[in-house]
């Protein structure tokens, strides 16, 4: 009885080395969702790294990498992502929601949808991580929900013993990816603003100016507007374009409305777009007044435009997107007095 008790002993003891020592070779590795350079505007909707190879028991963290939202969802069951909006208002609860995995043991096997919930930076409404630990060898595929499988990635969970890159190897590559964004976004954004149509004199002495609403083209946006700031006379026109899902809102000091609002009206509650966003205030002619809101409305085709024509009060003035406030995407009216002709006598 002592001899089996030993063998047992020692059995158990070897098991729960084994089982120490495969929890010690699990890692943890870093996906990013999505990359910015605020300086610029430039908001690149990518996955970093897209193609990602782990062992069962490893966890992904994906970090989300912007202000502008995004999502990390693995819909396996589902045709394609499911949209944001239902019906253009309605949040989709889908795409709301968190997996919370420990229903399914603490790890995904690829079998079931899984979403992170809306993530974004600079908004305490919105998770900024999301951990997933991979259990089963297979090819998993997720995209974001809010700009649909334009920004996807394949988690490839492989068996172990096989060779991969290690977690610090992703890293370098990691760094060395943000660091080629941010350099060409720096050419690039220099050359939009080149391409910004040229500023319209009138015979009447007045002029219209041109500022481009952000920039769209494949995963690379900017959320920016090209000038960013303009400095016009009393009389003139500024004329924005080329906007997608953009909005052009002089606050005038107030605070900007939330994307999405609680609607506690029906059973049960649900999440909807802010109607505030979307419909046009103020008139046509820009007279910034504290309290007092101007808003173009939101436009979503390229070929809509939006102009104001300059009122007669001296001073800068601040705009901005309310979809895209949290990124950044400001900009500024100077404006100024005609100088005056000079005289002769």
């Known amino acids: 009885m002592v001899k089996i008790n030993s063998a047992m002993t020692a059995l158990v003891v070897a098991l729960g080395w084994m089982m120490v020592c495969v929890q010690a070779a699990s890692k943890s590795y870093i996906v990013h969702v999505g990359y910015e350079d605020l300086t610029t505007g430039l908001s690149n909707t990518l996955m970093i790294p897209n193609a990602l190879k782990i062992h069962p028991g490893d966890t992904v963290i994906f970090k989300q990498g912007t202000h502008e939202v995004h999502t990390v969802t693995f819909y396996p069951n589902l045709p394609t992502v499911p949209d944001l909006l239902l019906n253009g208002v309605i949040a989709n609860p889908l795409v709301l929601?968190?997996?919370?995995?420990?229903?399914?043991?603490?790890?995904?096997?690829?079998?079931?949808?899984?979403?992170?919930g809306i993530m974004a930076l600079g908004s305490p409404d919105f998770k900024k991580n999301w951990k997933v630990t991979f259990s089963t060898v297979g090819s998993f595929h997720y995209a974001c929900a809010i700009h649909g499988v334009i920004q996807n990635g394949t988690?490839?969970?492989v068996p172990q013993g096989t060779t991969i890159p290690s977690p610090a190897d992703i890293a370098k590559k990691v760094m060395q990816k943000k660091a080629n964004l941010q350099k060409k976004g720096v050419a690039l954004a220099a050359?939009?603003?080149?391409?910004?149509?040229?500023?319209?004199?009138?015979?009447?002495?007045?002029?219209?100016?041109?500022?481009?609403?952000?920039?769209?083209?494949?995963?690379?946006?900017?959320?920016?507007?090209?000038?960013?700031?303009?400095?016009?006379?009393?009389?003139?026109?500024?004329?924005?374009?080329?906007?997608?899902?953009?909005?052009?809102?002089?606050?005038?000091?107030?605070?900007?409305?939330?994307?999405?609002?609680?609607?506690?009206?029906?059973?049960?509650?649900?999440?909807?777009?802010?109607?505030?966003?979307?419909?046009?205030?103020?008139?046509?002619?820009?007279?910034?007044?504290?309290?007092v809101t101007t808003n173009s409305g939101l436009l979503v085709?390229?070929?809509?435009?939006?102009?104001?024509?300059?009122?007669?009060?001296?001073?800068?003035?601040?705009?901005?997107?309310?979809?895209?406030?949290?990124?950044?995407?400001?900009?500024?009216?100077?404006?100024?007095?005609?100088?005056?002709?000079?005289?002769?006598?």
């Open 97 to 116: 929601q968190r997996t919370d995995f420990t229903a399914y043991g603490g790890s995904y096997n690829g079998s079931y949808y899984a979403n992170s």
């Open 155 to 157: 988690i490839s969970v």
């Open 191 to 291: 050359h939009i603003l080149k391409s910004v149509r040229p500023t319209v004199k009138h015979d009447d002495g007045t002029r219209t100016h041109y500022v481009l609403t952000g920039w769209d083209q494949g995963t690379t946006t900017f959320l920016a507007y090209f000038p960013h700031s303009i400095s016009v006379h009393p009389g003139d026109t500024i004329t924005w374009y080329g906007s997608v899902f953009h909005t052009i809102t002089f606050l005038n000091g107030n605070k900007p409305p939330s994307l999405l609002i609680l609607d506690t009206s029906t059973v049960p509650p649900r999440v909807v777009f802010n109607s505030q966003i979307a419909i046009p205030t103020g008139d046509t002619v820009l007279k910034p007044k504290k309290g």
């Open 301 to 345: 085709d390229p070929s809509l435009e939006y102009s104001l024509v300059v009122g007669d009060k001296l001073g800068t003035f601040g705009f901005d997107c309310l979809i895209h406030f949290t990124s950044k995407m400001h900009g500024k009216v100077n404006i100024v007095e005609k100088p005056k002709k000079p005289t002769h006598g």
